[in-house]
């Protein structure tokens, strides 16, 4: 027995050795997975089953199975598509004004000077100012009687006497700009990463070869940027997708409905109109549409 | 086996005192029996605070045995609060509760009647509570046969006025506006009259509750009515649609800001308490404000009541009371609290303290307000009327006030709709939301 045992002991170490390390990577995951699970999935998993009870809490004080009939009203609410249309002027307009505002400045900020570095730092400011101050801020700016920007708009003749928040078209461009605005900071930090991640030698070259700013910038600048501004916009348009508080403290989504986007769509769907389960049918619409948007934008990332 | 005596024994007696601790705290509370009873009160305001903090410390006083946890959910947040804990879980005892949206809580089956805590109190002290609800308050709370709530506080709104104004513009001091036209000619002159350095009236006409809250004393004067014979919208009449031109006009002929079709009610407020204005609806509580801002113009304020329709006089009904949620499970110990707070020497307390009106008749006509300026407030009362009278309430009403009414107001003003356009879209999403 005991020749029979003693070769094996020794063969056993390696064996629990490797077993060991085969685990551990998977042990020292575990608790992130699990995190991640627990705040993500098992929400996701909760809406989508949600989104498929009848529960109209006037009427019915318990979710009971409903299959699809939150899925059939949504196809049918006129108004919550007009939303959703709003919804993608809203994100497309508010990434454009990102790029347009934060490229520029990300640009003059990528020369070395000590305005370039002061400014940086307060450039920040909308980015880090809360919705409620800006929303707030913004109403006083756009006021018709006393707004500073009001009266500018007024004597552009852009605006008549009142705010530019109570015309339709108006107050959804003005809310556009100013989630710009506020977004256009984080693009800002972005895009000057990248920019000193650019070799002076290839602008040195492009230079010895004759060219000019606009073919620089056009040639060497923006694609060697290309990737972070396709990244950051998918990011910045997610979270302008999925807005909220900055049009429900500006207009209340009016005036009428004019900037009503989906986040406000939702949002009355449960705290108004007391339908969680119609409220969670719009959320996976709203997620399915966002995933393939966001997978057909990154096709556009380049691979050299 | 060896055993280190000094370390096991150091190890065993300090799980022993623990355990004891544990028992100690455990028992204490037992010992005492104490019940804890959550309540979500909405008020922010300090002298709110203190006034439920007294009133807390009188309950518990009398009640040794049950503690009222008293927990702040602002008014701005309290609609999301309850709603969440309505799906998710986690609804207090007892909270405070808009009066227009009782019902909807109760279709949702979520309170508790309290007619046996009336029915115990009358049995305990005499008279009748029920018979001291406010005749407009009755309407949203007493539904299917039962109460569902016992006021606190009631409100209406009555006109306040500058007399200084008024002069500049040749118009009688004296002889405030009683009727919508005679307001909406006042406030025209009174702005023409101004030349730019006031409006004639601060009135809204955004999605902001303040519209309704105002131009529901226009629709109900003129005589239309929110849910018709038929269980349908009824405002598609010549009545609404006289109320809503009246209305409209105000902002139509430049007597308010320009900004009204975007503004809320406390702008408009702070509007009139800087002197932009000239006239405002408001509650009584704006006379203390004045009062303490210092107004320059505060000894030419008048009161007078809401302007009437053709067909009387339709006072806003404000107002919240204490409710009893089905989830509680300290009921008894809670309908205590609810009507120990909302009766008697203590609710008098409080709405000293916090400056409103009680929402119980015989509080109410004794003093303070049966003096100025709340006499005039407490007078107009019964004149006060929910927004869907002479209906009973509806579960719909917070959705309806806000997404439909206010909507047909702002659409006229903005010059989107034609009247007829916007009340037979009103009338079509009325009917929608009640079908649903």
């Known amino acids: 027995m005991a020749t029979a045992i003693g070769p094996s002991v020794p063969a056993q170490g390696p064996v629990e050795r490797s077993t060991l390390d085969r685990m551990l990577p998977y042990g020292l995951v575990a608790p992130a997975v699990f995190v991640a699970f627990a705040i993500a999935v098992v929400p996701m998993g909760y809406v989508l089953w949600l989104s498929l009870q009848d529960w109209y809490l006037l009427r019915r004080p318990a979710p009971v199975w409903g299959g699809l009939i939150n899925y059939n009203q949504l196809f049918h609410d006129a108004s919550l598509w007009a939303a959703f249309g709003r919804t993608w002027i809203w994100t497309i307009g508010t990434v454009f004004v990102e790029l347009f505002l934060g490229v520029p400045i990300a640009l003059l900020f990528n020369r070395e000077s000590s305005v370039s570095r002061t400014a940086s730092a307060l450039i920040l400011l909308p980015w880090v100012t809360p919705f409620v101050v800006l929303g707030f801020g913004w109403r006083f700016l756009l006021d018709g009687d006393v707004g500073p920007i009001q009266g500018i708009l007024r004597m552009l003749g852009i605006s008549g006497t009142g705010s530019v928040l109570n015309d339709p078209v108006r107050a959804l461009i003005a809310i556009i700009i100013i989630s710009g605005w506020k977004g256009m900071p984080f693009m800002v930090i972005a895009v000057l990463a990248a920019l000193k991640s650019i070799p002076k030698d290839i602008y040195e070259a492009a230079e010895v070869d004759g060219a000019g700013a606009l073919r620089r910038f056009y040639h060497v600048t923006l694609p060697a940027i290309w990737n972070t501004l396709l990244t950051v916009g998918i990011v910045l348009g997610i979270l302008a997708f999925y807005s909220f508080d900055l049009p429900w403290i500006m207009t209340r989504g009016g005036p009428q409905t004019a900037t009503t986007i989906v986040g406000i769509t939702i949002y009355k769907a449960v705290f108004q109109e007391l339908r969680p389960a119609y409220a969670a049918a719009i959320s996976v619409v709203m997620l399915v549409l966002l995933f393939v948007a966001s997978i057909l934008a990154l096709r556009l990332r380049r691979k050299d | ?436």
């Not at chain 2, 009631?154 to 001091?173: G, N, S």
Request: negative net charge; glycine residues 8%.
């Open chain 2, 1 to 436: 086996m060896k055993l280190h005596f000094p370390r096991y024994f150091a190890s065993r007696f300090a799980q022993v005192i623990t355990c004891v601790a544990l028992a100690v705290t455990a028992c204490a509370n037992l010992a005492v029996g104490e019940t804890h009873i959550v309540f979500w009160q909405f008020s922010t305001r300090d002298a709110d605070v203190a006034g439920w903090k007294n009133a807390i410390a009188q309950f518990e006083k009398i009640n040794p045995e049950i503690k009222v946890d008293m927990e702040i959910v602002p008014w701005a947040d309290q609609q999301q609060r309850l709603v969440s804990a309505l799906s998710a879980g986690g609804l207090p005892d007892v909270s405070m509760l808009g009066n227009n949206v009782v019902a909807q809580f109760v279709a949702a089956g979520s309170l508790t009647p309290v007619d046996d805590y009336f029915a115990n109190y009358n049995k305990e002290h005499g008279g009748d509570v029920a018979a001291d609800v406010w005749p407009g308050d009755k309407g949203y709370y007493y539904l299917s046969g039962h109460w569902w709530a016992s006021p606190v506080c009631v409100e209406t709104r009555a006109l306040y006025y500058r007399k200084d104004l008024f002069r500049q513009a040749d118009l009688d001091p004296d002889n405030p506006p009683s009727t919508w036209e005679q307001l909406a000619t006042a406030a025209d002159k009174i702005t023409k009259a101004a030349k730019g350095a006031a409006y004639g009236i601060a009135l809204s006409t955004s999605l902001d509750y303040y519209t309704v809250q105002n131009f529901m004393s226009a629709y109900l004067g003129y005589g239309a009515r929110m849910i018709g014979e038929n269980g349908k919208c009824g405002f598609n009449t010549p009545e609404f649609k006289a109320a809503l031109t009246v209305y409209v006009s105000m902002y139509k002929n430049h007597s308010t800001h320009p900004d009204a079709p975007s503004m809320n009610g406390d702008t408009f407020r702070r509007g009139f308490r800087d002197g932009k204005y000239a006239m405002i609806l408001a509650d009584p509580g704006l006379y203390g404000d004045l009062k303490s801002d210092n107004a320059p113009f505060f000894k030419d304020i008048g009161i007078a009541m809401v302007p009437a329709g053709p067909k009387g006089r339709a006072g806003f009904l404000g107002g919240w009371p204490l409710v009893l949620w089905k989830a509680s499970e300290h009921k008894e110990d809670a309908g205590k609290w609810i009507m120990f707070v909302t009766h008697s020497d203590a609710l008098r307390s409080l709405a000293t303290a916090a400056n409103f009106i009680p929402g119980a008749v015989s509080i109410a006509k004794g003093s303070p307000w049966n003096s100025p300026p709340y006499a005039l407030f407490v007078d107009q009362l019964k004149d006060a009327k929910p927004y869907q009278y002479p209906s009973e309430a509806i579960p719909q009403m917070g959705q309806l006030e806000v997404d439909t009414i206010q909507k047909a107001v702002q659409a006229v003003a903005l010059g989107q709709q034609s009247v007829d356009e916007a009340t037979a879209q009103l009338c079509a999403t009325i009917d929608e939301v009640l079908a649903r």
